[in-house]
């Protein structure tokens, strides 16, 4: 795909969201029922992340909506794996435990769900996960088959009015009072850039839905749900909810996750993508973390068209937890707990934040972080200690889950910080490959994006006001203590987690040296990295500071170094406030292949335009370096004046100026008088 094809697309697709967010009506309205309306209650809940414990009051919260609507559907949206440590020592089954006593009607897959994939040479513990599960599992749009734990858990009868517990379907039909109600479920389809799927496939959801749809109709069904776990307004070059409803005709309602979106009221779509009216599509999503329980009450008329809804988000936290429930949960709390609450000897000095924007100016997925330096800085240190000619770290945002508090740091802290249990890996990357793996970190910026990377060992200037792909200014990486520019020519080593090294994130370069050999697993764990470096190479005292390692230059040129006579204590360096100042030169782009020995034209053709501007920069910066070295060589000779001399003399020559100018007007204005 050529360069201009996909920013075309993307910008279609940024479009297409635009359109939708223009004609969605987020409030609620319950029509007054008539005879011929069918009534449907539907709870809901996405992104539980292994937060086991809110889940006895989640029970509550269940059984009282079913004390009011006994036929209520329950929906899980995905995303039930990774996050916290019950996830981390039992795999989802202790979530599952307490699943199995709410009686789902279905789930859909989240891209965690996909997170142990390359660990297990498959996703042995999904299958686990999905053969004890007392409900059945939604995959529209996704392949299992190559998978071999998976495959065997694919019901033959895709579309089924009598789903099975523990298998996977395209779509399930529920009767509800009477009527029939169509359920299918859709994954985003960067999983395979976001988690580990190996060999697992994921469809076009827009093909998807549509088959589905179409599948429904075809037995007579017009009331459908979409479970989806591909982001309400996220990604719109990938696919999202709002983009979905203004895609495919027939979809009533969408249950939505994956962007972790709070709508304390539904959001309805009535527009195509093309402005045109449509049948209304409901959209709904509960935020994350087993916090909320969504209730959805919609009405449909005679047609099966949706004519009146209702939602709201039921705060967990208010309910008493279920006691059966409690009893389950104890039986994997006293083990996380036993591990959560051991010190590991290091103290933090003060709160670490791990901020996210709408909480923050800043953000750990766009900005420089503390807590991103501190685990770049541990990443850095322990790969060195197996191979010392180790040069950058790199850790994607994304990655990076949870704040430490000030205090003593427990293990279960740590790990709540790094909780996807990531083999640290060694790349060898050529300077021109680094280059291309930092303009694909800050595409979005200033907007979040899980692939923006925490960096230690180098410190770069990048300018967000560029187009994706030629925004990075200047690179620089630390040798011997002082930062000296990359050399696009030149092989460095840069450790950075396996999901980022074999691709993860989209990250191509990375994949490709995967391919080629050339990333090596060094026998480390991260988060056992990350409690060893505070203890042993900081003695325990953990206070981490922001060093200017990560700059957006917003449309301003990078600060040029202080003169030599000016930065004699070589504080600049110190402090990190001149990135890249050494002459705005620190990439070289004259060579416009950057990154092309994969023969790809998306880079080559960024790059060359990258190329361009850069010329025409260092053309102009040469011209003024050549007036200024001119005029250093004039002052050799002579003394140079102090600033403020120079600055009266210009004053005094241009107030002659302004008064002769002025004698000339008066005396003009009598010679014409007389």
Known sequence: MTSNKRFGFSFRMVAISVLVLTIVLPTSTLAVEDDSDFSLTIMHMNDTHAHVEPLPQMLTAIKEVRAENPDALLLHAGDVFSGTLYFNQFHGQADLALLNMMDFDAMVFGNHEFDLGSGEDGHESLSKFVEEAQFPFLGTNIDFSGDPFMASYINENIFTDSPDNGSVYDGIIKEVNGEQVGIFGLTTEDTANISSPVNVQFLNYIEEAE??????????????????????????????????????????????????????????????????????????????????????????????????????????????????????????????????????????????????????????????????????????????????????????????????????????????????????????????????????????????????????????????????????????????????????????????????????????????????????????????????????????????????????????????????????DGSSDEEGQDDGGDSGEGIDDNGSNVGSDDGKNTEEDTDKVGSEEKNDQETSEDSNKEASSAEGSNQEEGERLPDTATNIYTFLLLGAIILIIGVGVLVYKKVKLS
């Open 211 to 568: 088959r589905a749809v179409a599948a429904f109709e075809e037995q007579g069904v017009d009331k459908i749900i979409a479970l989806n776990h591909i982001g309400y307004d996220s990604t719109p070059d990938i696919g999202n909810d709002l983009q979905l409803a203004a895609s495919v005709d027939g979809i009533d309602v969408i249950v939505g996750g994956h962007s972790h979106t709070k709508l304390d009221e539904p959001t309805i779509v009535s527009t195509d993508k093309n402005g045109t009216e449509k049948d209304p599509t409901v959209i709904v999503q509960a935020h994350q973390y087993a916090q909320l329980l969504g209730k959805l009450d919609v009405n449909f008329d005679e047609n099966g068209v949706v004519v009146g809804y209702d939602g709201q988000l039921i705060d967990i936290n208010e309910k008493e937890a279920d006691p059966e429930a409690e009893e389950v949960l104890s039986s994997y709390k006293e083990e996380v707990d036993e591990l959560t609450n051991q010190e590991t000897g290091a103290v933090a000095m003060k709160d670490i934040p791990n901020p996210r924007l709408g909480d923050s100016e800043v953000s750990v997925r766009a900005n420089e972080t503390e807590l991103g330096n501190l685990i770049t800085d541990a990443m850095l240190a322990k790969a060195r200690e197996k191979n010392p000619e180790v040069v950058i770290a790199m850790q994607n945002g994304g990655g990076i889950r949870a704040a430490i508090d000030e205090g003593p740091i427990t293990v279960g802290e740590v790990i709540a910080v790094l909780p996807f249990g990531n083999d640290p890996v060694v790349a060898e990357l050529s300077g021109a490959e680094i280059k291309e793996i930092l303009e694909h970190s800050v595409r979005q910026a200033p907007a979040e994006s899980g692939g923006f990377l925490q960096v230690a060992g180098m410190k770069f200037n990048y300018d967000s006001t560029k187009e994706p792909g030629s925004r990075i200014v200047t690179m620089e990486v630390e040798m011997d203590g002082e930062y000296e520019d990359i050399d696009l020519d030149q092989s460095y080593l840069v450790t950075t987690n396996n999901f980022t090294g074999k691709g993860g994130d989209g990250f191509e370069v990375f994949a490709q040296a995967y391919d080629e050999g050339r990333v090596r697993d060094i026998g480390e764990i991260d988060w056992e990295q990350l409690r060893d470096y505070m203890v042993e190479d900081l003695g325990g005292e953990v206070d981490p500071v922001i060093e200017g390692r990560i700059n957006d230059l917003l449309g301003e040129e990078p600060e040029a170094p202080e003169k030599p006579e000016d930065d004699n």
